[in-house]
């Protein structure tokens, strides 16, 4: 389903991925050789690459899907995925993926405790506080994301994961785009 988020061009599309059984053990299952990005420096986060070419078939039914729900087929180019693991109070900082069109990230497991994904508002402050109270109080926006849920979005929009309080580490596969549009 898609939503609109945050009045402005903002929206993510949220369902259940086609093959989440299949996602799910491989990312659950995915051999936990860390890699450091330079974009972790600033969170707490643990990941793990993967490579396009092992995950692109695992992508595809929900790249369907989603081209499905906003009417439009297209073709892109997939960057190389990774997975995130959160240890207790690991987090994401507020961000987003400039460089790309379009984001998503896969949720094998929801569990009490762990930590949640969320949207963040880039001009939700651009008014000063007794606006954003009066118009616009809510510049945070939680999807209520249930085990097997993938969402897209478009990479622009600023994302991040609050700190986690369980014990058990949280996975997520996450993967940028860029689509490939004929001159």
């Not at 051999?31 to 990941?47: G, P």
């Not at 405790?113 to 008014?127: A, C, E, M, Q, T």
């Not at 209520?144 to 580490?169: C, E, M, N, W, Y």
């Amino acid at each position: 389903m898609k939503y609109t988020i945050f009045d402005h061009n903002c929206f993510f599309v949220q369902f259940k991925a086609p093959n989440c059984e299949e996602l799910k053990k491989f990312v659950l299952n995915k051999e936990e050789i860390y890699t450091k990005f330079a974009w972790a420096e600033d969170c707490d986060v643990k990941t793990i690459s993967c490579s396009w070419q092992e995950t692109i078939d695992l992508l595809k039914p929900s790249l369907y899907e989603f081209s499905k729900s906003i009417g439009k087929r297209f073709k892109y180019d997939v960057h190389d995925p990774w997975i995130n693991c959160y240890k207790k109070n690991g987090f994401q900082e507020i961000h987003d993926h400039v460089k790309c069109d379009l984001s998503c990230v896969f949720f094998p497991e929801v569990q009490e405790n762990f930590s949640k994904f969320y949207f963040y508002d880039r001009y939700g402050n651009s008014l000063g506080p007794a606006w954003s109270k009066l118009i616009n109080p809510d510049t945070t926006w939680y999807p209520d994301i249930q085990s097997g849920d993938i969402i897209f979005f478009p990479s622009a929009i600023l994302h991040g994961v609050t700190p986690h309080k369980s014990d058990t580490i949280r996975k997520t596969f996450s993967c940028n785009f860029s689509f490939d549009l004929p001159d």
